[in-house]
């Protein structure tokens, strides 16, 4: 058996392994993955797994309730693991070697879920110094507690080897060190168990143990005890939860509990193992004693398992000779009464259960024996008799009184009952007899509270108090009491030292003062179902219920110790009554007696400790399980919506019921399968306060709040929420700048397109209208009206006139429409020619329908091409020139062409007219011409495609043809 770091309790069987929660237990075996039902060890490692040892050719573990075997090489054969031992992430053990022809033993390693085996003989080890007198090892071997050394003790040595990898990553053993043991006697020992405890190894042997320093060889003998004579049958080791190394010797009456202390060993406590025996179990059978945690067992290899801490203040007798009778009573503090009902005998027996048998003819039917005085005795019934103990006499009251529930004598000899007509007191001296009736309510039961003269009757409807003067006080029916509403009465019982009232109302337990008129809940962490009887004996309150026993040390007025809680369904469901005498309880069953001792303060001190908080909560999510306490913070992912609690408890009695909630405390809802949905509309980054309680049939939990918080991802955080504002705040401003860079980008274009297009259409402009035009137009109508020619000069001015206005329009539009442009080319022509005295003559075409109103073309684009016509080929010629400007539209693309044909003297020879002259390379109308085309192509939609054609000899001329695509649409 092992105890889990959750508080689990895991059992090896011969049919799997079973985990048990003191519940319910779950079994694992083949159906579950298991390599084998068959198990004998186990092991917890460092990362919560569970290792199995089975006889086969795997290994594996439990993780999370599921079964994960651990990969292995064909070579490693089977293996039998003993002394496993947690090493680092894994495992380690040896294992005797099943290989055919081998006499060796094995050690075996895990890493990450691979198991590897290298076996103990002289070709295994990569060390030269191995001795050659060494050619193997026996199997006295074990790991120390960090699992990394392995000793042997063969012949009259002691061998120290450990694991260690080649260059090649590969496991191998290597041999490191050979210590002689001091005393050789030792070698009659080597078929003893050894075991390596504390630093030393220890070889037990009859009822001795042998302590060996590993280190140095050194051997000394201990004797465990006074008790030389006890042979020890079996030896079990094990670490408690704070990591004190213990061992048990199992001997034939009893088991030594034992720790090593400055090297030797130390033996403080016996555990007493005869009710084992007086239930068949053989000594050499218990192969187990677990004292873990809340776990406190013995484990045998024939009868199960055995709660070892019941133990301690619990026997049983059975005495045959009371078969059939029923107690009913207490004589004094040293002998019960009881009745046979089949033969109608009386049965007055000590402690012992020596008995003296009183038969009687007539039926006398008791349902109670109460003290009266002496050795007298009351036996109540539907009547009453006297009995006298010490030769059997008995008297009949001769009164019938219908029926007595209970009653309770007081100093007067007062008898005080309960029966079928009601309250009565009954006088009586000499066994006369004098009946007065107080009530004529039916009592459930009565109790005498000698402290404060009060007599106690109490029903589900109403509590009423007696004093010795017969005066009566009722108190508030059950639904409340000194303002504490506690529900039906079923139980009073009075503390006859310091006068505490006890009141078991609706499966709770009050404390009342009827001085102070206070009441208050006593041991909210026990549940008081099924009870049968309320007691207290001497300074002890004593609560019996068909689950257990509740025990609290009572030392003073209102003050009480931590409730024991005994339970065990099986011991008391049976049990009908129970009565308190010689410092014992006794319940009394249909075939037996359970006889219940109770502890001494120091064991009270004890079990009311480890009784305290018997509830040990468990909360299962994802591939996570955890001990939870109230303030502990469990982690969520948002992917969990809903997560298991469970709890372990050692005392474990009936169904196991979980409450929760998420709003309060008193809102606790009952779960269903343990299971506990969250709430949708939980947000990711909040804490929440869950409230959570277990009960079942004896024990209640304290009260366990717990905080859940919902983990956010990182974007749901408060820093990843103020790291998206500033990185949206970034990109924002980011994006301001681009915008405004951009923004100013395409402005600064815009500017630059427009001032480029306004300095071109100013050059433009300027070519056009330059002075020299000017003068000479103006010239040339001075020269008319000299003549007197002033319809001609008329006519040439307002030609001028037109020009200008057209030039300063279309300094102001982009675009201009082919008919406007094709206007301003005859009147800038005609201009022209009356300057030039017509030595040219010309053409303006428009071919195609709609291109005058339909299509726009760029403004000042068309009129540089016609000034170089005429200026540099048709004024240079000879004889009268020709220009012909033709516009088109091109359907197959929607472009507009400009063809401008001219016969004059071409660009070559115009190039060759001007060497030798003090002039530019290029014209100034070349160069405007140009940068237009250039601007119109770079910074707009259109695209101007300008192409010269020098017409070949004998024809002169140029032809220039200006495509302009993407023209301008009207509508």
Not at 55 to 83: C, H, L, M
Not at 318 to 332: K, S, V
Not at 786 to 806: C, G, P, Q, V
Request: hydrophobic share 40%.
């Amino acid at each position: 058996m092992i105890t889990d770091r959750l508080g689990y309790l895991w059992i090896c069987t011969d049919k799997g392994v079973t985990k048990y929660n003191g519940y319910e237990f779950r079994n694992f075996d083949v159906t579950s993955g298991l390599v084998s039902d068959d198990t004998w060890e186990m092991l917890e490692d460092s990362k919560g797994r569970i290792w199995l040892a089975s006889f086969a050719d795997k290994i594996g573990y439990i993780y999370n309730d599921e079964y994960y075997r651990a990969k292995s090489d064909a070579g490693v054969g089977s293996v039998f693991p003993t002394d496993m031992k947690s090493y680092g992430p894994g495992i380690v053990f040896s294992t005797p070697s099943y290989r055919a022809g081998s006499k060796h033993d094995k050690l075996c390693i895990t890493e990450k879920d691979s198991l590897f085996c290298a076996e103990l003989d002289k070709s295994a080890f990569q060390d030269s110094r191995l001795p050659d007198d060494i050619s193997f090892f026996g199997s006295l071997g074990n790991w120390d507690e960090g699992g990394r050394y392995h000793y042997y003790i063969y012949g009259v040595y002691i061998h120290k080897v450990e694991f260690a990898k080649n260059e090649n990553g590969e496991y191998y053993v290597k041999y490191l060190s050979r210590i002689p043991l001091r005393d050789t006697t030792m070698r009659m020992y080597a078929e003893a168990k050894t075991h390596l405890f504390g630093g030393r190894l220890l070889t037990f042997f009859g009822p001795r143990v042998a302590v060996t320093d590993p280190e140095n060889g050194g051997i000394t003998f201990y004797n465990l005890d006074s008790a030389t004579n006890r042979d020890i049958l079996y030896v079990h080791f094990e670490k408690n939860r704070h990591g004190d190394n213990y061992f048990h010797c199992v001997r034939r009456n009893d088991i030594l509990r034992c720790r090593m202390r400055n090297a030797r060993p130390e033996c403080t406590e016996r555990i007493d193992i005869l009710p084992l025996l007086a239930a068949g179990v053989k000594p050499e059978n218990i192969t187990t004693v677990h004292r873990v945690g809340e776990w406190d067992l013995l484990g045998t290899t024939t009868s199960g398992a055995w709660k070892n801490n019941t133990q301690k203040f619990v026997t049983y007798n059975r005495p045959a000779n009371l078969d059939g009778y029923r107690l009913i009573g207490t004589l004094d503090d040293s002998a019960l009464v009881w009745y046979s009902k089949s033969n109608n005998t009386v049965a007055v027996c000590d402690t012992g259960f020596r008995l003296k048998t009183f038969h009687y003819n007539e039926k006398l039917n008791p349902n109670l024996a109460l003290k009266y005085s002496g050795d007298t005795v009351l036996l109540l019934g539907n009547l009453m008799y006297a009995l006298r103990a010490r030769d059997g006499a008995i008297i009949k009251v001769n009164k019938r009184v219908g029926g007595i529930f209970g009653g309770v004598t007081n100093n007067k000899k007062d008898l005080r009952m309960v029966t079928r007509a009601g309250y009565l007191v009954l006088n009586y001296g000499d066994v006369s007899s004098a009946e007065t009736i107080l009530d004529g309510n039916r009592f459930n039961g009565c109790s005498l509270d000698t402290v404060n003269g009060l007599l106690y009757l109490y029903n589900h409807v109403k509590i009423l108090a007696a004093d010795d003067n017969e005066r009566i006080r009722t108190f508030k029916n059950g639904e409340e009491l000194a303002g504490v509403s506690v529900g039906e009465v079923q139980k009073i019982t009075v503390d006859p030292k310091y006068g505490n009232v006890f009141i078991l109302a609706k499966e709770k337990l009050f404390l009342f003062d009827p001085v102070r008129n206070s009441c208050k809940e006593l041991f909210d962490n026990v549940v008081f179902k099924d009870v049968f009887n309320v007691l207290v004996y001497r300074d002890m309150l004593c609560v019996v219920s068909k689950y257990g026993i509740v025990l609290s040390r009572i030392s003073g007025r209102g003050l009480l110790g931590k409730p024991i809680v005994s339970g065990s369904a099986k011991d008391y469901k049976d049990a009908v009554d129970v009565f308190a005498c010689s410092g014992a309880l006794y319940l009394a069953q249909a075939s037996q007696v359970l006889k219940v001792e109770f502890p001494d303060s120091l064991a009270l001190n004890t079990l009311a400790s480890e009784n305290s908080k018997p509830f040990r909560f468990v909360l299962k999510h994802g591939d996570t399980a955890t001990n939870i306490a109230t303030g502990d913070t469990v982690l969520l992912s948002q992917a969990e919506d809903r997560f298991v609690l469970d709890v372990i408890n050692q005392n474990g009695l009936g169904r196991l019921k979980l409450f929760a909630s998420f709003s309060d405390a008193g809102s606790l809802e009952e779960l269903n399968a343990n299971e506990i949905v969250v709430p949708r509309n939980f947000v990711p980054g909040n804490y929440y306060q869950l409230y959570v309680r277990a009960n079942d049939a004896l024990n209640r939990s304290d009260l366990v709040a717990i905080t859940i918080y919902i983990q956010p991802h990182w974007y749901q955080t408060s820093i990843g929420k103020w790291t998206i504002r500033v990185i949206a705040a970034g990109i924002v401003v980011i994006l301001i700048l681009l915008v405004i860079v951009f923004t100013k980008k395409v402005v600064l274009r815009r500017n630059e397109q427009k001032q480029a297009r306004m300095e071109l259409e100013l050059r433009s402009i300027y070519a056009q209208i330059n002075p020299h035009f000017i003068f000479n137009t103006l010239n040339s109508a001075l020269l008319l009206i000299s003549k007197n020619r002033m319809d001609e000069a008329y006519t040439h001015i307002s030609k001028f006139s037109r020009l200008l206005r057209s030039y300063l329009r279309s300094s102001r539009n982009k675009f201009i429409a082919v008919g406007e442009e094709a206007a301003n080319l005859r009147n800038y022509i005609e201009l022209q020619q009356a300057r030039f005295k017509n030595r040219f003559i010309y053409e303006v075409n428009l071919e195609g329908d709609g291109i005058v109103e339909k299509y726009s073309i760029p403004s000042l684009l068309i009129q540089p091409f016609v000034e170089n016509a005429i200026n540099h080929g048709l004024l240079p010629l000879e004889t009268s020139g020709r220009l012909i400007v033709t516009f088109s539209h091109r359907s197959q693309d929607g472009a507009i062409v400009c063809v401008i044909d001219d016969n004059g003297i071409g660009r070559e020879q115009s190039k060759n007219d001007k060497v030798g002259r003090e002039e530019v390379k290029d014209s100034y109308g070349d160069l405007i011409i140009n940068d237009l085309v250039n601007a119109f192509n770079k910074y707009e939609k259109m695209n101007v495609h300008v192409a010269y054609f020098d017409k070949q000899a004998p024809a002169t001329g140029t032809i220039v043809t200006i495509t302009i695509k993407n023209p301008h649409y009207e509508q």
